[in-house]
């Protein structure tokens, strides 16, 4: 993979974003559309655009011994970088989407991330 990462930053139509950013959002609970609506919104002012998808997320609860299951939104952006002022700001609203919908934790994922445009398709067959 490192081989074909390093060929196609050098071609045309190929925008290496050093990081995608996502949020896993609850999606039935008081105060859940608001807040998913609220992180959206800043996602896609901040990074120009956001891709969001519907999913189950389970986590284990160990004090009834059981998987607890709810639908959720994932939503995430790819960008360049985060200045240390835009970072505290995306980590306050991510805080006060949790306050509103009363969750017990948010997370924020943050991994690599690589844009293959159109411009780039013919090269690899």
Known sequence: MAKYIKKLRKTKGVTCLPEVVSVTLPTSCEGC????????????????????????????????????????????????????????????????????????SMAIKTSRYLLIGKEAYDKYK
């Open 33 to 104: 559309f608001e807040a998913t609506e609220m992180v959206k919104s800043f996602m896609a002012e901040a990074f120009k655009g956001y891709t969001a998808t519907r999913a189950d997320g389970c986590w284990w609860d160990s004090e009834n011994r059981e998987m607890v299951c709810e639908p959720v939104e994932v939503v995430e952006s790819g960008h360049a970088c985060m200045s240390p002022a835009e970072q505290d700001l995306f980590v306050n609203m991510i805080i006060e989407a949790g306050r509103m919908m009363d969750q017990s």
